[in-house]
Every structure is written in C-alpha cells, then in structure tokens.
C-alpha cells in the first residue's frame, strides 16, 4: 500500500507474439522474460499483489514459479492481435473484484521492459500519490537525445538530404539549445483504477511523467534487442554509474 491506497501490479504476456515467437518467456540473463517485471514489482515497497495476465498456461506456470498470482486464464477473444489491451486489464479487475479484491492503483509492468526496477515502481508510485491534485495516472518517458526531431532529416527523389524541420542546414540548433523531448518507452504505467476503467487508456490530460534513465528505457522487439538488453545486465554495476 501507499498511504491507505492498495496497489495491483499487473503483468500482460500473452503467447501469440508474432516478430519473436515465444518472447515473453525466452531467457534473458538467466530467467524468462516474463520472470523480469514480476521481480520488479515484489521488489516495490507498495505493490499489494502481483498478477499475470495470460492466455497460456505454460506462461501461467512460469509466472507461478516466479512469484506472481495467475487468477484466471485471459480469454482467447482478449489474446487475439487485434484485441486492445484494455480489454485485457479490465478483465482481470473485474475477475478480481467479483472475488472481493478491489484496488485504488493499478501498475502495469510489460515483459518487454526488462530493465524497470522496484527503485523504479517506488520513485513513480510517489510522485502520482503525492501530486493527485494534478494527475490521475503516469507513465514512464525517456529522453530524446539522438533522435531529436530538430535532427532529422528528409531524402529528396534523388537520395539528397534536407533538414526537415530547419530552412536549411546551416540554421540546425545546438543540441543545448533546443526543447527537451521525450518519448513513452514503456518501462511502467500507473492509474487511479476508476479513471483508468472509465478512459481505458494510461494517457490522458491528467496523466503524469516519470522519466527513466536511457539505459533503462531499452525495449525487446527484436533479438537484437535481447542482444543489447544481455549487455547491458552484464555490464550493470557500470552502466548504473552513467548518468
């Protein structure tokens, strides 16, 4: 709990990933993937109870093993490509409510953000309680550094380039001149369970920032993301050094 509010950290790994087959359980530095965001969030001071939500029952066994609650298998008709994954966040609330569990904050942490740590779930939980008067909901951003849109640039018909936002190159910004960007990197998302069950989204105009550090803002789309995300945990102890 934070203050009197009851926290649900809330893990989607559904089977059915198509650009990496079997990616929310393939080993990362040891463990499934999916084994990554389940430590996280039993690692957080305020998380009441860990849940996965899934369509498979090998995933089910696997995130048992790992300490998270699988209450109730998801449906296939909320598993599918298509389906929203709100459809699958509401799902589990009402599943859990229907058994008498109700909460005040839902956290919701992706396989696919490895990287997030309960120092990580704490830091966000208290800045969305102790800010409720300007926010009902937060999600993580990372900034944009190299892939600041004041940098990039468009190709003509012949493969020429152009700046595509400055007249011309010599008018391009200093990097310490321009506006901080940021992007949602996906390393966690919180809500006010109510708003999020009448928004069914965690982006809104009440919706917060925390900002991750860019190491930790890595995703796994790919096996090149594995490859890098591998490094990165082998390399820790340095890499949490660097600002």
């Known amino acids: ?9 809330l893990i989607p790994a559904r089977a059915g990933s198509k650009g990496l087959p079997g990616k929310n359980i393939r080993p990362l530095h040891g463990k499934p993937l999916l084994a990554w965001p389940i430590a996280a969030a039993k690692a957080s001071r305020y998380v009441d109870k860990v849940v996965v939500s899934t369509d498979s029952a090998e995933f089910a ?3 048992l093993a790992h300490g998270a609650e699988v209450p109730t298998l998801r449906p296939p008709e909320f598993a599918a490509d298509t389906s929203p994954s709100s459809a699958a966040v509401i799902h589990m609330l009402d599943h859990l409510a229907v058994q008498g569990e109700v909460f005040d904050y839902l956290l919701l942490l992706e396989p696919t953000s490895p990287l997030t740590e ?16 300007d926010g009902d909901a937060l999600v993580s951003v990372s900034e944009l550094v190299t892939t600041h849109p004041a940098f990039a640039v468009k190709r003509d018909e012949h493969g020429r380039i152009e700046p595509y936002a400055a007249v011309d190159f010599t008018r391009l ?7 901080a960007l940021y992007t949602l990197d996906g390393s966690l998302y919180i809500s006010e369970v109510d708003r999020y069950r009448e928004i069914l989204s965690f982006c809104h105009d009440r919706t917060l920032s925390h900002v991750m550090p860019a190491y930790k803002a890595h995703e796994v ?14 390399h820790y102890d340095q890499v949490r050094l660097v600002p």
């Open 1 to 9: 709990m934070i203050g009197a509010s009851k926290v649900l950290a």
């Open 173 to 179: 910004p200093r990097r310490q001149d321009i506006d």
């Open 221 to 234: 789309d790919s096996l090149i993301d594995f490859i890098c995300i591998e490094a990165i945990l082998s």
């Open 118 to 133: 309960g120092c990580d779930i704490d830091a966000a939980m208290e800045t969305l309680h102790a800010n409720r008067q």
């Open 61 to 63: 066994d696997i995130a």
